[in-house]
């Protein structure tokens, strides 16, 4: 754990405290379907049930749009999770083959 604290802030530090968890339950409850690139090409009932918040510029919840229903979309966690590995520094894109 002491090496985790070194290597960054909390998820609380970073903006993921009561007010995101507001936001994103209220933004899940109105957008209850993935949203990623891929699922919107489904019909909504068909698609799969979204679990995470994301934010589309990739700031989170302390960036300037942070809580701006327009800058976030619902996605399941696998997407959100192969989303943030081709897209966020650190992700695959960064790694060499």
Not at 65 to 79: E, F, I, P, S, V
Request: net charge positive.
């Amino acid at each position: 754990m002491r090496a985790a604290r070194q290597r960054g802030k909390s998820a609380s530090q970073k903006g993921y405290d009561s007010r995101w968890e507001r936001t994103r339950r209220a933004f899940l409850k109105e957008h209850p379907y993935c949203e990623c690139s891929e699922c919107l090409e489904i019909p909504e009932p068909l698609r799969p049930a979204a679990q995470v918040v994301d934010h589309i510029d990739g700031l989170g919840p302390l960036g300037p749009r942070g809580h701006d229903w327009t800058n976030l979309r619902a996605m399941t966690k696998q997407h959100h999770d192969q989303h943030t590995a081709r897209t966020q520094p650190g992700g695959w894109n960064d790694r060499e083959s």
